[in-house]
């Protein structure tokens, strides 16, 4: 079974606060041109993508730098509880599926709250400690139902960096987490639109169970 873990691209949808909308445009369409055709404006951080090392940390790589078979690997999930922070505790009972993990996707429950504006507030995040933990689990990143890592008025953005200065990717704004197996390890790929010197870009990314 396939299971489709992205956003669909709307010009109403939900967006890291200060970040413009992204605009859907017809140019071009079968009854007048004979052909259908958009203009597409987005950030390379809106919807359901991956950040890159040098999104918040220089001197690092961006995402087209990085080998294909970054973006593919095994999951695991961990629940996260509401209204809690994810620290080292929560990672070590699933310790045993991290160390058969390239990934690690939380799933928090936000992807119920997407398009309202509790999506934005008050969601779990992973303590430095934690952060540190994964960092030496040789993972390949992590992945979230959630819009950032960091609280959204973080001033330092200190989970981002921990993570991104290991070489690990963040994939934020999954969906769908809640259909994933909590028990085991499985498929998992999420790739980046190839774009010169990202420091992000969406992702399509999927689970095969």
């Not at 203009?39 to 220089?58: E, F, K, W």
């Not at 690997?73 to 160390?99: P, S, Y």
């Not at 509790?118 to 689990?137: G, I, M």
């Amino acid at each position: 079974m396939i299971i489709d873990l992205t956003r669909t691209f709307t010009e109403d949808m939900t967006v890291y606060p200060g970040s413009p909308k992204p605009e859907l445009k017809q140019i071009a369409n079968i009854d007048k041109d004979g052909y259908n055709v958009k203009l597409i404006t987005v950030t390379s951080h809106t919807g359901t993508h991956m950040d890159a090392p040098n999104h918040m940390v220089p001197n690092t790589t961006t995402l087209d730098k990085l080998p294909v078979d970054h973006f593919i690997g095994k999951a695991c999930v961990v629940v996260c509880q509401h209204g809690q922070n994810i620290d080292i505790d929560l990672l070590k009972k699933h310790a045993q599926l991290i160390e058969k993990a390239d990934f690690v996707l939380f799933y928090s429950g936000w992807e119920h709250k997407w398009d309202t504006e509790d999506y934005l507030k008050d969601f779990p995040v992973l303590t430095e400690q934690a952060a540190k933990y994964l960092t030496e689990q040789n993972l390949k990143g992590i992945g979230l139902d959630l819009i950032s890592v960091d609280p959204i008025d973080s001033q330092d953005m200190a989970i981002h960096k921990i993570l991104l200065s290991h070489n690990l990717v963040i994939v934020e704004n999954l969906t769908n987490l809640s259909m994933l197996p909590i028990d085991r390890v499985f498929d998992f790929m999420s790739l980046p639109i190839k774009i010169l010197n990202a420091d992000g870009a969406p992702a399509r990314a999927i689970a095969m169970i």
